[in-house]
């Protein structure tokens, strides 16, 4: 299991990139006025959310709206509050946030997107290569030159004008004449 580590750590590194992303949209985010796709579980107003939310852009789902609507400036068709929102405004919307969004959202999402998919990509090879090494040392077993040599060998002498067919009635013989490990050997009862 020498790959298993390096997928502990891909995954705790995988955790630390979230948690500071999650940290890092708070302080950015917070303040910016809710609009669809928003919601009370996606946005960035506490860290379970924030969480959450990155945890869900990672998939891939709709995170180019949360990145608009993140980014959204004041425009006749959308009324935030622009530079630091006081308490007694806060307050008067009914404890909602009413801020304008950060221009440089695109920034924050395009790097979360980029590292965790380079993240996902490390961790997804990692296990691929740890199934293959644990497979391979439970088979103890590979095919050689040798071996290969031997089944084409074996083969030929079944199949002389090379069609890719062998009769059923050959292929008892066929697994005899390879032996073990490709094979049948003599301890094999017909």
């Keep these: 299991m020498q790959t298993l580590p390096s997928i502990m750590n891909i995954g705790l590194l995988m955790f630390l990139i979230i948690f500071i992303y999650a940290v890092l949209g708070i302080n950015l985010f917070a303040t910016v006025k809710p609009a669809p796709p928003m919601n009370k579980r996606l946005n960035f107003d506490n860290f379970s959310n924030a969480f959450m939310t990155l945890i869900r852009i990672c998939t891939g789902e709709c995170w180019n709206d949360l990145m608009e609507v993140l980014s959204?400036?004041?425009?006749?068709?959308?009324?935030?509050?622009?530079?630091?929102?006081?308490?007694?405004?806060?307050?008067?919307?009914?404890?909602?946030?009413?801020?304008?969004?950060?221009?440089?959202?695109?920034?924050?999402?395009?790097?979360?997107?980029?590292?965790?998919?380079?993240?996902?990509?490390?961790?997804?090879?990692?296990?691929?290569?740890?199934?293959?090494?644990?497979?391979?040392?439970?088979?103890?077993?590979?095919?050689?030159?040798?071996?290969?040599?031997?089944?084409?060998?074996?083969?030929?002498?079944?199949?002389?004008?090379?069609?890719g067919i062998i009769p059923m009635k050959d292929f008892p013989a066929l697994m005899f004449s390879l032996g073990s490990p490709l094979g049948w050997d003599s301890s094999f009862d017909e």
């Design 72 to 163: 959204r400036q004041q425009t006749p068709m959308h009324f935030c509050v622009t530079g630091e929102q006081s308490y007694t405004a806060y307050m008067a919307a009914g404890y909602k946030a009413q801020g304008c969004g950060v221009p440089f959202a695109w920034l924050y999402f395009i790097s979360y997107t980029f590292l965790l998919t380079l993240v996902f990509l490390n961790l997804f090879i990692a296990i691929i290569l740890d199934g293959y090494f644990e497979a391979s040392s439970q088979t103890g077993q590979t095919l050689t030159p040798c071996l290969t040599a031997k089944c084409l060998d074996s083969w030929s002498i079944y199949d002389p004008d090379a069609t």
